[in-house]
């Protein structure tokens, strides 16, 4: 155990993760099954280069990466992927008058006054 071998020094735990929840997302680079999907062979092909999916959970790997959790849209592969691995997908114009409203906190209703 003693033998772990770290892509990096750098601790990306010490900071907030680089992706949302239900953010787009893109792969950077081929997925083959390292053995760790279940239901495939090993070396199958779960995700291409650039197939877009979305953020679905976030979790950390080793105490020291996070790993997003992306559904590919495409494939239909739920693969968990390091952030060095993906980039962002920006919203286009035309969405982007949808996302603001999605995202923009819910107004404060008011609340009944209760009569004395």
Avoid: C
Avoid at 20 to 42: C, F, P, Q, S
Avoid at 47 to 55: I, L, N, P, R, S
Avoid at 99 to 110: H, I, T
């Amino acid at each position: 155990m003693a033998n772990i071998v770290r892509d990096s020094e750098v601790v990306e735990l010490n900071g907030p993760p680089a992706f949302r929840y239900g953010e787009r997302v893109r792969a950077r680079r081929l997925v083959r099954n390292d053995g760790t999907y279940a239901g495939k062979e090993i070396g199958e092909l779960l995700v291409k280069k650039g197939e877009e999916g979305v953020v679905v959970s976030i979790g950390t790997f080793l105490q020291q990466f996070y790993i997003y959790g992306i559904e590919f849209f495409e494939s239909g592969h739920r693969v968990g992927m390091k952030r060095r691995e993906l980039d962002p997908v920006w919203a286009s114009e035309e969405d982007e008058d949808e996302l603001p409203v999605a995202r923009a906190p819910r107004p404060a209703s008011p609340l009944p006054s209760a009569a004395p």
